[in-house]
């Protein structure tokens, strides 16, 4: 069984700081990763991916992946009340196209 | 700018019903995919299709039945729905094996079974 953990939270951040999320999973030849953002009631959209090691950055967004680790993170720098969402995060093992996603962690960025 | 489509959004059944989701893509995705999603449970695949005329199962397949009609349609069939069935499905779309190997979702579909 391909695990892939993360805290379910909920994080709670003042406006305006960084948020760390993390995931862990236990397949060491996954090859890709991804990050989803869900805000309740709606579906999963995707806000980062990353397959090499290293650090990712899209705006407020980083990725970063420590494959000898066994980990994936994200960073949302300046957070905003908006950014308040369930953060899921998926792993595709090998190739297969078929990502094994955690239960996600909830986060709320407060005023 | 559809994407990915499914229908109904919101159904109530009572126990041995049955009834189908639809699900409609119209980015000429190669892959398509059945979610469930429950409290605290994360995602959980229930079947998918790597390409038309193929499925396999997923990590909860019991008690439903898929069909890839054609590559823009995979609709999931639940035959005698049972309360614990009760869930938000939803449908995904993935252009692999070319790609990168994001997901595209629906908007869901919410089922309640008395």
């Known amino acids: 069984q391909k695990e892939v953990e993360q805290n379910s939270g909920p994080l709670s951040v003042p406006e305006g700081a960084i948020a760390s999320l993390n995931c862990t999973y236990s397949?060491?030849?996954?090859?890709?990763f991804f990050w989803y953002r869900q805000y309740s009631g709606k579906s999963p959209e995707l806000i980062m991916s990353i397959y090499s090691n290293g650090d990712k950055e899209d705006g407020r967004f980083t990725a970063q992946l420590n494959k000898a680790s066994q980990y994936v993170s994200l960073l949302i720098r300046d957070s905003q009340p908006s950014d308040s969402a369930t953060y899921l995060c998926a792993i595709d093992p090998g190739g297969s196209y078929i990502p094994t996603f955690g239960r996600g962690t909830s986060l709320i960025v407060h005023p | 700018n559809a994407g990915v489509t499914q229908t109904p959004k919101f159904q109530v059944l009572k126990t041995g019903q049955s009834m189908t989701l639809q699900c409609a893509q119209d980015?000429?995705?190669?892959?398509m995919y059945w979610y469930r999603q429950d409290p605290g449970m994360g995602l959980r695949l229930i079947y998918y299709?790597?390409?038309?005329?193929?499925?396999d199962k997923g990590e909860v397949p019991n008690g439903y039945n898929v069909s890839r009609l054609n590559k823009r349609e995979f609709s999931l069939r639940l035959e005698s729905a049972a309360p614990s069935q009760t869930s938000v499905y939803f449908c995904?779309?993935?252009?692999?094996?070319?790609?990168?190997?994001?997901?595209?979702f629906g908007e869901g579909s919410r089922l309640t079974v008395l």
């Open positions: 980015m000429n995705h190669n892959s």
């Open positions: 299709s790597a390409s038309e005329g193929t499925t």
């Open positions: 995904a779309s993935s252009p692999s094996p070319d790609g990168t190997g994001e997901l595209f």
């Open positions: 397949d060491r030849g996954s090859q890709s």
